[in-house]
């Protein structure tokens, strides 16, 4: 069936009967901050209540700031249990960002006051969780489990940004997160990174080294 012209797709019903499939407790997991050129990779780990699920769940990169904050502040209000956890620029240099981004989900896991039997985790790996776990493909858009943690995921590394711009200022931190975006890289071609720079990534190192040598 064709939408009509100028009309948006409507936003996906996620009411938990994915993770009712599932032997439970059932925790969905998700991250923020892979792609970034600083800051952490921040990780959720969210068991939903299955009689108050938020209305409204979504990925959270399809939400507007103001939906993702209603709806974090009813998902710490109504679910079982959630964790939230960082991996640093340290680990991910250390580590690699995959690696670092298994790590950050695993603490988010381990912090759940309730231990889950099943993870479901967005995305197409799965890691070593402390239980059974699979990966889902566009899990963010499919689960209400993996899109409450894709929300808190993304609101705790928003705010954390935002007290690395007042830390580190001149870089934008508290508008682009992080991300590689034009004024990001004017601010390092400026002032040369600071310690949440992602050193270990190729663009960053290039980057880097043009300057150096300019």
């Excluded at 938020?54 to 974090?72: F, H, I, Q, Y």
């Excluded at 997160?177 to 720079?197: N, R, S």
């Amino acid at each position: 069936m064709t939408r009509a012209p100028g009309r948006k797709a409507a936003a996906p019903v996620l009411d938990g009967r994915l993770e009712a499939g599932y032997p439970g407790p059932v925790c969905g997991v998700d991250e923020a901050g892979r792609g970034p050129w600083a800051g952490p990779v921040t990780a959720a780990a969210v068991i939903l209540d299955p009689r108050r699920i938020p209305v409204g769940l979504n990925d959270s990169k399809a939400l507007t700031a103001a939906a993702r904050a209603a709806l974090e502040a009813e998902i710490r209000a109504t679910a079982l249990a959630f964790g939230l956890a960082f991996a640093t620029v340290a680990e991910i240099a250390d580590l690699n960002i995959l690696q670092a981004t298994g790590l950050a989900m695993r603490r988010a896991v381990d912090q759940l006051a309730l231990r889950p039997v099943t993870a479901l985790i967005d995305g197409n790996r799965v890691f070593d969780l402390g239980c059974a776990a699979e990966a889902l493909v566009g899990g963010d858009g499919r689960c209400a489990a993996i899109a409450a943690a894709s929300i808190l995921a993304k609101t705790a590394r928003d705010r954390h940004m935002v007290a690395l711009d007042r830390t580190w200022p001149g870089y934008g931190f508290a508008e682009h997160k992080g991300y590689g975006v034009p004024v990001h890289a004017a601010a390092l071609d400026q002032l040369g990174p600071c310690p949440e720079h992602r050193m270990s990534y190729r663009a960053l190192q290039a980057r880097l080294a043009r300057r150096v040598g300019a």
